[in-house]
């Protein structure tokens, strides 16, 4: 079945860097773009970060926009998130999700997700 | 950036109520908004996208309205399997999430 499993999430320190993993199964990883989305406790859903398909196109929300990083492996099937220069704010779930190619939804409408993986950043 | 403002931010309402969440656009989006359930401790689940279209195998129940600013989101008869937050999402030109509606039965 169609899936996505997140990994990586872990208690970090203020300042470190962390990279989380996504890997997809149950369908063609390599035509889809990909996204992360987070989720700090009890708060709301903020977009992090696009990919398309083919890697060439990266696009990142204000806030993470200069310390992570979007990249894919599409050998692999996997999405990666590298965040760098960590700080409390970033305490949150991370998840990754896809538009998939069912129907005529549009590029917009993230109708895969994975679990989620918690990142807690604390001295 | 377009901001989102979403309306409730909570609501109760009894099994069987009709109810209603609007999400307000700080500009035009067209039809570019969706509509998603999150129960907790659980992923976002897609239900509308494109304003209005219900996405494959969620009930009937499930509704949304609108274009331009202003959008509806509704649920005909409440379901105690529909105690979530919801959230509606632009896609006009970046992603952008409205604050959601944590909805409980009364």
């Known amino acids: 079945q169609v899936q996505l499993v997140e990994s990586g999430g872990k208690v970090v320190q203020p300042g470190r860097s962390l990279r989380l993993s996504c890997a997809a199964s149950?369908?063609?990883?390599?035509?889809?773009?990909m996204h992360w989305v987070r989720q700090a406790p009890g708060k709301g859903l903020e977009w992090l970060a696009f990919i398309s398909y083919d890697a060439n196109k990266k696009y990142y929300a204000d806030s993470v926009k200069g310390r992570f990083t979007i990249s894919r492996d599409n050998s692999k099937n996997t999405l990666y998130l590298q965040m760098n220069s960590l700080t409390a704010e970033d305490t949150a779930v991370y998840f990754c999700?896809?538009?998939?190619?069912?129907?005529?939804?549009?590029?917009?409408?993230?109708?895969?997700w994975g679990q989620g993986t918690m990142v807690t950043v604390s001295s | 950036d377009i901001q989102m403002t979403q309306s409730p931010s909570s609501l109760s309402a009894s099994v069987g109520d009709r109810v209603t969440i609007t999400c307000q656009a700080s500009q035009d989006i067209s039809n570019f908004l969706n509509w998603y359930q999150q129960q907790p401790g659980k992923a976002p689940r897609l239900l509308i996208y494109d304003a209005s279209t219900l996405e494959t195998g969620v009930p009937s129940r499930f509704s949304g309205s609108g274009s331009g600013t202003h959008f509806t989101f509704t649920i005909s008869s409440l379901q105690r399997e529909d105690i979530a937050t919801y959230y509606c999402?632009?896609?006009?030109?970046?992603?952008?999430f409205g604050q959601g509606t944590r909805l409980e039965i009364k």
């Open positions: 149950g369908f063609t990883f390599s035509d889809l773009a």
């Open positions: 999700a896809s538009p998939s190619s069912v129907g005529n939804k549009p590029s917009g409408a993230f109708d895969i």
């Open positions: 999402q632009s896609y006009a030109n970046d992603i952008t």
